[in-house]
């Protein structure tokens, strides 16, 4: 077997490299990152390059009464461990390892670190998945648990698998998973309509949520996913409405303003609400206690200029926006303290320069923030500034075509983001430590992206 010292370097190597893209070293290719430049800026990803540790997914063996639940749930996992960008998944293996038992002797030729096995069992109407997670190296159990399942026909069936999987992977590198998430966006649902829609991490479960007959936009996650704030018309004026997913109930945010509310958010206590107001009275960001629908409160803005798109950090201590307060051809990105006050430039902006940043959109670990930028030739790509380094350093994780609307997976990890290539328009999700990148929707122009925190077990 392999010494405990290869194997255990080989997890912290992998850790540390998926870590070290934040931390300035590049790595890579030089000519991908001599194809576009920011003047002052650098621009590159480390791509991750040390050892991913091989985890394997034992077919799992099904009690009396099970049929064919076991392979589906078994399928859901191994997808979600592949997308989790943190392994080599091990499967189609050798019917000899697949028997009763776990041969750790075996396993370890076959270069697996970790093995997932598992047994369902019926339980009424729904089922037990009994789990175990071996460390193949030291050749015991590392984790054993007992994970309830609703029926296949049940609306949270496949979620709860999800959450099986996010469980792994915590069990197994100590972070956050994001399968058992979901992502909103908007989309075209026929003359010239648009509506807000969500899909699952894995690109699964795809539905309309809206029924605007209008124009919907800028989709909103509550904290707790419970609901989505969006943007449609409402008598001609936009308007922000907040939809509650599990009732279908919605409501009109009346903040008593004239003027159109753009760009809702939530602020991490989930009362409150930043948006903008475009027009009327006065125009800037304000926030607004959607729980006691009252206090509106001014945060940002100026005479001549809109700030728009504004993203909370995770203590909602503090703010990120657009403005286009230095001209409205060259849209920026500052950051500001979350109750308002001074701000400051944080996408690369010097004056006279120009340069168009937008969609902001902070990280759920803290440290940065994504947005898109016009590189050059009119295309625009993905963008992380680092906040440990006041946004001086960027990183470039998109090259091909034109990429638009970061939004942060609940990992911190992976972004979504609005792609367009040479064969069409689609969702992507982007692995910010090895680059990979995936499509969860081809050949549909979607827009405004917005990823959902970790979704609790319906009630």
């Given at each position: 077997m392999r010494s405990a010292q290869s194997v255990w370097m080989g997890r912290v190597g992998r850790v540390v490299s998926a870590l070290a893209w934040g931390f300035g070293t590049l790595a890579g290719s030089g000519a991908a990152q001599e194809r576009d430049s920011i003047p002052g800026v650098s621009l590159g990803l480390l791509y991750e390059t040390s050892f991913a540790p091989a985890?394997?997914?034992?077919?799992?063996?099904?009690?009396?009464?099970?049929?064919?639940?076991?392979?589906?749930?078994?399928?859901?996992?191994?997808?979600?461990?592949?997308?989790?960008?943190?392994?080599?998944?091990?499967?189609?293996?050798?019917?000899?390892?697949?028997?009763?038992?776990?041969?750790?002797?075996?396993?370890?030729?076959?270069?697996?670190?970790?093995?997932?096995?598992?047994?369902?069992?019926?339980?009424?109407?729904?089922?037990?998945?009994?789990?175990?997670?071996?460390?193949?190296?030291?050749?015991?159990?590392?984790?054993?648990?007992?994970?309830?399942?609703?029926?296949?026909?049940?609306?949270?069936?496949?979620?709860?698998?999800?959450?099986?999987?996010?469980?792994?992977?915590?069990?197994?590198?100590?972070?956050?998973?994001?399968?058992?998430?979901?992502?909103?966006?908007?989309?075209?649902?026929?003359?010239?309509?648009?509506?807000?829609?969500?899909?699952?991490?894995?690109?699964?479960?795809?539905?309309?949520?809206?029924?605007?007959?209008?124009?919907?936009?800028?989709?909103?996650?509550?904290?707790?996913?419970?609901?989505?704030?969006?943007?449609?018309?409402?008598?001609?004026?936009?308007?922000?409405?907040?939809?509650?997913?599990?009732?279908?109930?919605?409501?009109?945010?009346?903040?008593?303003?004239?003027?159109?509310?753009l760009t809702p958010t939530y602020h991490p206590d989930g009362q409150t609400m930043a948006f903008s107001v475009s027009g009327g009275t006065r125009s800037g960001l304000f926030t607004y206690d959607v729980r006691r629908s009252c206090c509106l409160a001014y945060l940002s803005g100026g005479p001549g200029w809109d700030d728009v798109s504004p993203t909370y950090s995770p203590d909602g201590r503090w703010m990120a926006f657009n403005t286009n307060r230095f001209g409205t051809e060259t849209p920026q990105i500052m950051t500001m303290p979350g109750g308002g006050g001074g701000a400051e430039t944080l996408s690369p902006y010097e004056y006279g320069s120009g340069g168009y940043y937008t969609s902001p959109d902070w990280s759920p670990l803290g440290d940065f923030v994504a947005f898109h930028g016009r590189i050059r030739r009119g295309r625009y790509q993905i963008l992380v500034a680092d906040l440990r380094d006041q946004g001086r350093r960027l990183r470039q994780l998109t090259w091909e075509g034109n990429n638009e609307d970061p939004t942060w997976a609940p990992d911190g990890r992976h972004l979504a983001f609005v792609g367009e290539r040479d064969w069409g328009f689609g969702l992507f999700v982007v692995d910010v430590a090895t680059g990979r990148i995936r499509a969860l929707i081809s050949g549909r122009r979607v827009s405004v992206p917005d990823w959902s925190g970790p979704l609790a077990p319906s009630r």
């Open positions: 985890i394997a997914v034992k077919a799992f063996s099904e009690g009396e009464g099970v049929t064919g639940v076991a392979l589906q749930v078994e399928a859901i996992i191994g997808r979600d461990l592949r997308n989790a960008d943190r392994f080599e998944v091990l499967d189609s293996m050798p019917a000899s390892v697949m028997g009763e038992g776990v041969d750790y002797v075996l396993w370890d030729r076959l270069g697996a670190v970790w093995l997932v096995s598992g047994r369902m069992e019926s339980v009424q109407d729904s089922f037990v998945l009994h789990l175990q997670l071996h460390d193949v190296l030291f050749g015991e159990v590392r984790e054993d648990a007992r994970f309830m399942l609703p029926a296949q026909a049940d609306d949270d069936f496949r979620m709860a698998v999800h959450r099986i999987s996010d469980q792994i992977v915590e069990w197994t590198t100590g972070e956050p998973g994001m399968a058992a998430s979901r992502i909103a966006f908007a989309m075209p649902a026929g003359d010239g309509q648009k509506e807000i829609y969500v899909i699952d991490s894995d690109g699964e479960n795809l539905r309309r949520i809206t029924d605007a007959a209008d124009i919907a936009l800028s989709p909103s996650w509550s904290p707790d996913a419970s609901r989505i704030a969006y943007m449609t018309w409402v008598d001609g004026r936009q308007r922000i409405i907040e939809r509650w997913l599990g009732t279908g109930e919605e409501s009109m945010i009346d903040a008593a303003r004239d003027g159109n509310y």
